[in-house]
């Protein structure tokens, strides 16, 4: 009994993680209507899993449920993703502070080859993984629940923004020297870039976005 309940329970965690880059990939847009019927015959699920795993993808706020039962990727709107962007601020920004009183700065040591891989892949996954990075290593649980909300906006909701690709040179360097900062055990300083790169992009959207407000 207790064997099958874990495979459960890890079948949907699994299946969740699969619809879940399909969406942080583009392959399930915002508003689209995910069909259990196709979803379940492609990844080889019954319906119970999948449902299950719809359920965690809605409490990661990924996926929304109307009045009946149907599932959709949420769409973001403009005021939800500035919002976000104001929080992400304030809790990476903190993160900062978790890792040094937890001495775990020596192990963002690999941020700089996620970085350095940068120049070879510039895919919205590989420019969000210092982010997601960031809040994993912390070792909070609840920094790293906000790791799938991090991904939405970072590889979903940015690239399709016609004016993003312009500015990503223009973004990248505050991610960088926090990263370094961070290496090197300086948070002062990787808090002030990664205010800066925030303050940035939240000015962008400002600047570019104001005939959709």
């Not at 209507?33 to 196709?38: C, E, I, K, P, Y």
């Not at 005021?79 to 020596?106: P, S, V």
């Not at 940015?158 to 040179?169: I, K, S, V």
Request: charged share 25%; glycine share 4%.
């Amino acid at each position: 009994m207790t064997t099958k309940w874990r495979s459960s329970i890890s079948l949907a965690a699994e299946t969740a993680g699969l619809i879940s880059e399909r969406i942080f990939s583009g392959r399930y847009e915002q508003g689209e209507q995910l069909r259990q019927a196709s979803i379940s015959e492609q990844l080889e699920v019954s319906r119970t899993p999948l449902r299950d795993a719809l359920n965690l993808l809605a409490n990661d706020g990924l996926i929304q449920f109307d009045e009946s039962g149907r599932a959709t990727v949420k769409a973001m709107t403009l005021r939800a993703f500035k919002d976000a962007l104001h929080y992400r601020r304030m809790i990476e920004t903190g993160a900062c502070d978790l890792l040094q009183r937890n001495e775990a700065a020596e192990q963002l040591a690999r941020l700089q080859e996620s970085l350095a891989s940068l120049a070879g892949d510039h895919s919205p996954r590989n420019r969000s993984r210092f982010h997601t990075e960031l809040l994993e290593h912390t070792r909070n649980d609840h920094l790293h629940r906000a790791v799938p909300m991090v991904r939405l906006t970072e590889e979903v909701w940015l690239p399709t923004r016609p004016w993003y690709q312009e500015f990503t040179n223009q973004l990248f360097p505050y991610i960088e020297v926090a990263s370094e900062a961070i290496v090197h055990g300086s948070v002062p300083e990787a808090r002030i870039q990664i205010q800066k790169y925030f303050d940035e992009l939240l000015q962008l959207i400002e600047n570019n976005e104001r005939t959709t407000l």
